[in-house]
């Protein structure tokens, strides 16, 4: 007896002095020291709780009958219940060995609209908010959607929305709920300036940074939208670029993004202080890895003493370094860059310190922000996974190459301490981006080709399996025809391997003396053998058909001015003929630009073997390399050279037309398609067996347009040759098989539009033979918007 009533007076004293009043947001605990110790109940009793149920009150409680509890259990148990987000009042009170909850319930939602919204649609509001169908009426919860509303809303230029919500009671303690928006008008970009900057001027840096100066097509780029995201990014591009450009001291004194209300236009300023320009100095390698000597390392090194100092060099020089280290048997080497500038000589030596490491394990490898790219994608990146040893330098090159994929606006990598000291997290934050694309591309020649447009869709990141698929189809005046279907896979089985097929068909007429029809297919892999050299091997079968028509008659004299020479008739009386090859080509790729190339080469050679079955049997080589140099860094002129050359040789029987080369305007621009070359007495191109081209080329900013509006001007000279026969010509005269150089000069706009890259070129033939075809004005236009 004595005993129980200790504990109806310890349980009577809690009651009195442990009652936990919980209103609203608050939360009060009314207690004295006494309550502090630990009591017991035998039954929980929960009352209000008539749509969220008893049971899922208990759920939150962590008392329980029969277990000890105290103050700190009551108010763990009353957040509890206010994070459901069902109440909007919650009480805990102990009566005798009963614990009792009273509850107030919130509304639930019974429905959530958008009004007013144009510029998003409902799903993807829907998306965004917190407020669901079922889900309970929260005045906070509705509070934060309207800033995640707000954030959508100015991820895409509307910082001015305005957004207000509306109730409307529909009973049974249900209500509905419409998110009021007024979008307002787009939030423009008015001036990016840039303050302090000797070295290059504001247009060249506008073309580093992702924020762009509102414009009359912005509506279609959406690069003129302000976030802060998007200026810290900037901030690193412009890092990036003047550390690699030799500027080791460049940093940023400020950012700042003002903006005009009256006008809603923004007003970007970079106050940036460049800093001395350095060149290396001398460059070395310390090992002090048991087995690796430091000569064996040193030509793994891409900074050369006396080149401009280039913090991306230095960084690959690390990778290439670390790589060569663990393939002998040290995974946790680490590789330590140790400057040693002077200032006198403005010179950095570069000292590459190479030890064994700390031994470290991948725990995991956490993906986030990823909307629409599966995480098998981005993990496919990583030369490690999970319980690998961890290397920093993998970690950059998989940094490196996610954004080179170009399906995400952000790429950071970061790490935190995993369970154990030896554990590393390596967390990867990206932020999906569009990457489907409707492309136009568009061709004129002024002779038979006339006006030749094509419409292609493609998508380089298949529902989100980093898959490529592009379908195209194309037409011009003269009944040509193209169909196109490509299809790769990024990696193949498994492996770093791309592999794929193209599906085409192309269709035209030749002055209406005979139509020619072709179809066929590509199997093709790609091997990455460095990162800069990859190998393709590929096999093609393709069907091909030469058909007469309109003034073109069999049979008729083989004489100068028939309307079709003897080659093109045999090519029609025999019908169709099958091409089999199997072809390896060899791209070497160091371009630090895909869209505007400023510096690096990009060379292609391929040999092809033709005579698996089929018509044609042949061995062709040909390829093509071009370089790139940055005259004038600050007036933005870029010079780039390039040479081409191919010969065939036939390994059976004669040649066919189209077994052999076919060079002109593509090449020598100035030139028709097929404009010189072999040909016969009647004007017909019969191709030939070898041929050499050159081109120089100077591109600079057009005056009085902003950099950002990317059109630029080019001046221009080309030269080639093409010739040799080994077609059968059946007696007939066929001039131009002797070398003979054509060149022309020129002049052309660029423009990289919102719509693709379109160009005009002006060309004159200034050594050319009486027998070519000539075509001073080209246009085209290529790539997507």
Do not use: C
Not at 26 to 55: C, F, N, T
Not at 82 to 102: A, W
Not at 254 to 276: C, H, K, R
Not at 395 to 402: E, F, G, T
């Amino acid at each position: 007896m004595k005993a129980g009533s200790r504990f109806l007076n310890a349980v009577s004293a809690f009651a009195l002095s442990a009652s936990v009043v919980a209103s609203g947001a608050g939360v009060s605990v009314l207690a004295s020291a006494s309550v502090a110790q630990a009591a017991v109940i035998r039954s929980v009793q929960v009352r209000g709780a008539e749509r969220a149920g008893e049971e899922a009150v208990r759920a939150n409680l962590t008392i329980q009958p029969g277990v000890s509890f105290t103050n700190a259990d009551i108010d763990e148990s009353v957040k509890r219940l206010y994070s459901t987000g069902y109440f909007s009042d919650v009480r805990i009170s102990v009566s005798g060995s009963t614990l009792v909850v009273s509850v107030s319930e919130n509304q639930l939602v019974n429905q959530v609209v958008f009004n007013g919204n144009r510029k998003i649609k409902d799903d993807k509001l829907a998306a965004v908010v917190q407020t669901q169908s079922l889900g309970p009426y929260n005045q906070e919860m509705i509070n934060a959607d309207i800033e995640r509303l707000r954030e959508a809303y100015s991820a895409i230029g509307r910082g001015d929305v305005e957004i207000t919500t509306q109730t409307a009671p529909v009973g049974e303690g249900r209500v509905n709920v419409a998110f009021v928006i007024n979008e307002g008008d787009r939030t423009k970009i008015a001036d990016i300036n840039f303050v302090g900057n000797q070295a290059y001027g504001d247009g060249r840096l506008q073309s580093v940074i992702l924020t762009k100066e509102s414009g009359p097509l912005s509506f279609l780029t959406r690069k003129d939208v302000y976030s802060q995201d998007k200026l810290r990014a900037d901030e690193d591009a412009l890092r990036q670029f003047y550390y690699n450009h030799g500027y080791p001291d460049f940093r940023i004194i400020s950012s700042e993004a003002v903006l005009d209300e009256t006008s809603n236009q923004y007003n970007i300023t970079f106050t940036v202080e460049e800093g001395p320009r350095y060149r290396f100095g001398d460059v070395v390698v310390e090992s002090t890895v048991d087995g690796v000597s430091s000569e064996d390392l040193q030509g793994l090194v891409r900074t050369k003493t006396g080149d401009v100092y280039d913090a991306g060099d230095v960084q690959k020089s690390m990778e290439a370094i670390s790589q060569r280290v663990a393939s002998a048997g040290y995974p946790f080497a680490r590789v330590t860059p140790r400057g040693d500038r002077n200032f006198e000589t403005q010179t950095v030596g570069v000292s590459y310190l190479v030890d064994q490491g700390e031994r470290a394990y991948v725990e995991r490898i956490e993906i986030r922000g990823n909307t629409r790219t599966r995480d098998y994608v981005i993990r496919r990146e990583f030369d490690f996974s999970e319980g690998d040893a961890f290397n920093q330098q993998m970690v950059s090159r998989a940094k490196r190459r996610l954004e080179a994929l170009g399906y995400f606006t952000t790429v950071n990598i970061s790490t935190s301490q995993g369970s154990a000291s030896d554990r590393v997290v390596v967390i990867v934050d990206v932020e999906d981006q569009p990457t489907g694309s409707f492309g136009i591309g568009a061709g004129y020649s002024a002779g038979g080709d006339g006006l030749i447009l094509e419409a292609s869709i493609e998508e380089k990141n298949f529902l989100g399996r980093g898959q490529f698929i592009r379908v195209a189809v194309g037409g011009g005046l003269d009944d040509a025809r193209s169909y196109n279907l490509s299809f790769t896979e990024p990696y193949f089985l498994g492996y770093r391997l791309a592999a794929g097929f193209d599906l085409f068909k192309n269709q035209t007429s030749s002055e209406s003396y005979y139509d020619y029809d072709e179809q066929g297919v590509t199997l093709r892999v790609t091997a990455p053998i460095t990162e800069d050299l990859a190998t393709t091997f590929r096999y093609t079968y393709k069907q091909i058909e030469y058909e007469g028509d309109g003034d073109w008659q069999a049979g008729t004299p083989n004489t100068a001015g028939d309307n079709l020479s003897a080659p093109y008739e045999d090519l029609i009386n025999e019908g169709e003929f099958v091409q089999s090859s199997v072809s390896q080509t060899l791209t070497y790729n160091t371009l630090d630009d895909t869209k505007l190339a400023r510096e690096g080469f990009y060379v292609s050679a391929t040999h092809e073997y033709a005579g698996l079955g089929g018509d044609s049997e042949f061995y062709k080589i040909y390829g093509r390399a071009r370089y790139f140099h940055l005259l004038s860094e600050e007036a933005d002129i870029i010079g780039s050279v390039a040479v081409g050359a191919g010969h065939v040789v036939g390994t059976g029987d004669d040649l066919n037309v189209f077994d052999q080369f076919m060079v002109g305007g593509r090449q020598i621009r100035g030139f028709e398609n097929q404009g010189i070359g072999p040909r016969m007495l009647n004007g017909d191109a019969i191709g030939g067996t070898t041929y050499f081209t050159a081109s120089a080329e100077v591109t600079f900013p057009m005056p009085a347009f902003p950099e950002d509006f990317g059109l630029r001007g080019a001046v221009f000279a080309d030269a080639g040759t093409l010739y040799g026969n080994d077609v059968d010509t059946s007696g007939e005269t066929v001039q131009g098989t002797s070398m003979a150089w054509r060149a022309s000069v020129g002049a052309g706009i660029q423009w990289a539009s919102p719509f693709g890259s379109i160009r005009f070129d002006y060309a004159v033939p200034v050594v050319k033979e009486d027998f070519d075809e000539t075509q001073e004005f080209r246009f085209s236009m290529a790539n997507q918007f």
